[in-house]
């Protein structure tokens, strides 16, 4: 099977995390050009990712789909499904604001799907266009991450309770740590020793590495 993918992507994140967990060894993760609209269109109509190919050569999007296949396939334990409405609006309060904090940043950590000047052309049109000139948003990095840093405390308590993310691996890890994971390419965020301890953990369970050796 083969796993395309953005390094930058949270929802690819997702899928890549499954395959980690699992120790789903016969998934090849290929990473795509941020500019290639032609692979993805071909193989599910539209340009997305990630995108896996399973045995039979059929291609599969969405990632939550394809966590919940690749759990499947991999037998044993399923993921836990619970997602407590608590922490899905703790997320909901972070992503409103932190690809503002993130975009302009991921074009300039070394990131194999902007590898080309095409690619990182082609994202930072299409995000500044979302999120507000690249720029500008890095210039307000400290009002931004005043922000995330009020809000940071806020997800202690659940990732610290009786049923605390990473106990027994979950849809919640799958919705949070690639949020988390990619706040790593941030330089200056003080995560509380909770957090951090969390992040690292689920890094190396999921065998998906964090971006601290190259945060701006």
Known sequence: MKLYYYDHCPFCTRARMIVGLRGLVDVEQIPLANDDEATPIGLVGKKMVPILIKADGTAMGESLDIVRYLDEYAGGERLDDTIRPALQAWLDTVNAYSNQLLSPRSTRIGLPEFATESARAYYTAKK???????????????????RLHADLPALVPLISSAEHLGARPGYEDIITFPLLRNLTMVKGVAYPPEIRRYVETMSAKCRVPLFDDRAI
Request: net charge negative.
């Open 128 to 146: 500044s266009a979302a999120y507000g000139d690249f720029a500008e948003n890095l210039a307000r990095s400290d009002e931004l991450l005043a």
